[in-house]
């Protein structure tokens, strides 16, 4: 069987050859220009490597729904070029980057910058809707607000060119792309883990931040070791572009004291003070599982993986956090076991299997809904059917094909509340 190899992301350097590399990651639905007005200052001690999201940029449209995937591409493309430790800093899903670099891969993070980053960015809900919208009405809408939640109203009402900028950028985006990128962001939680972040790390928030603002900003601050907070006023979601001076000096100050390339790889010192090294805390000590295995009284046949936890995962990706959250909080000691068994054997086990594709399931269901009458849970599968990637025509045509087998007069009743539904979901937020 050949190997898929990993594909490469679109990236420069600048800066010297031979000094140390600093990565800087980019946000979603911006490339690697929002970090020019940095690159300048930090070019003069560091070599500095800005790379683009897949899609992002003109950057080859190669989807990563996931943020470990995008941290495994950035290394499999530095590891083609030879770079082996560096420092990081990254800006919103560019932050979340570096986050899973320093947790899964401590070994080649020197030292690390936070901007405008988030253990968790919002609900996973609220960005798989946002894949909706893409997938419905395109990037426009969401480039036209994108400024309004970037900048300051002041600054965007001053800057008229960098506005149009950002509109642009996130315009020319790759739709699937960043739709993957917003999976990518409604299943990234690191909460559980900050403490065993153990390298010197800088989180940098903007004072108007609204999307990820100071109070993200403290919760990293409070769960990483070795981590301090620094508030730039007059800025928002994209500090480095509001406020470029503010934000290069930050970066300049934390990599000059936080790090020591010359102790670590024999290369040309960057003046510094002299600092303790922090050491990366050993791993929690693991207590022993006990083996569950096949013996003469228990053939392997009937050893089975609970199926709940995975029954769990896929419920809240199809159905929404929100709404399982509601189902969930609703059972009591009557209703407990019901939940118990929807959640282990629909989505556990069947919902989980190989076979079909989430879109294959999604048409499935919807048909046997209408073929049974059940209005209430075609509402809430038509909501799944546009998160697992049906559009609205391919739902339309769904209730089609219902209508001549099911009957007339029940697809009548399926139209009425599917398009509810979508009009609901996919009309834009302004």
């Known amino acids: 069987m050949s190997e898929t190899k990993t594909p490469a992301l679109q990236y420069r350097f600048d800066g010297p050859d031979d000094a140390p590399v600093l990565i800087l ?60 430790r560096f420092g990081y800093a990254g800006c919103s899903l560019g932050g979340a980057i ?43 809408p969401i480039a036209r607000t994108s400024p309004e939640h970037w900048f300051t109203s002041g600054f965007a009402a001053a800057q008229p060119a960098i506005t149009d900028w950002a509109v642009q950028m996130v315009r020319t985006t790759d739709p699937g792309c960043y739709i993957a990128a917003c999976e990518a962001l409604a299943s990234f939680d690191v909460r559980a883990e900050l403490s065993a972040i153990g390298v010197p790390t ?21 769960g990483i070791p070795d981590a301090r907070l620094a508030v730039v006023p007059a800025a928002s979601h994209l500090a480095p572009v509001e406020q470029p001076a503010a934000v290069t000096d930050l970066l300049v100050r934390h990599f000059s004291t936080a790090w020591q390339p010359a102790y670590e790889t024999g290369q040309h010192a960057i003046p510094a003070a002299p600092v303790k090294p922090v050491l990366a805390p050993p791993p929690p000590p693991v207590a022993p599982v006990a083996e569950i295995g096949p013996t003469e009284s228990q053939p392997e046949a009937a050893v089975r993986p609970d199926r709940h936890d995975l029954g769990l995962k896929v419920r809240r990706e199809v159905l929404g956090d929100a709404h399982v959250d509601r189902a969930l909080a609703s059972a009591d000691a009557f209703s407990g076991d019901f939940q118990e068994f929807i959640t282990r054997y629909a989505w556990g086990e069947v919902w989980s299997r190989p076979g079909l594709d989430r879109r294959m399931r999604s048409c499935v269901t919807l048909t046997a809904l209408v ?20 559009t609205a025509d391919e739902i339309k045509e769904v209730l089609l094909q219902a209508a001549v087998y099911c009957g007339v007069p029940a697809a009548n009743s399926a139209f009425k509340v599917a398009q509810a539904v979508i009009r609901e979901e996919t009309t834009p937020q302004e």
């Open 25 to 84: 990651g980019p946000s979603m639905g911006t490339t690697w220009h929002m970090w020019d007005r940095q690159v300048p200052e930090l070019a003069k001690q560091w070599r500095v490597f800005r790379f683009d999201l897949p899609g992002h940029g003109g950057a080859p449209a190669h989807p990563a729904g996931s943020v470990a995937e995008l941290a495994a591409r950035l290394l499999a493309t530095l590891d083609e070029l030879g770079v082996q």
């Open 98 to 140: 570096g986050a899973e670099l320093a947790l899964r891969h401590p070994q080649r993070v020197a030292s690390l910058a936070l901007i405008a980053a988030s253990p968790r960015f919002g609900t996973a809900d609220e960005f798989r809707q946002r894949g909706v919208i893409v997938r419905s009405n395109g990037l426009d």
């Open 202 to 222: 800088l989180v940098l928030v903007g004072s108007d931040d609204q999307v990820t603002g100071p109070a993200q900003a403290r919760t990293l601050v409070a």
């Open 371 to 390: 073929a049974g009458g059940h209005l209430d849970e075609l509402a809430f599968h038509t909501r799944a059917a546009l998160r697992n990637g049906l």
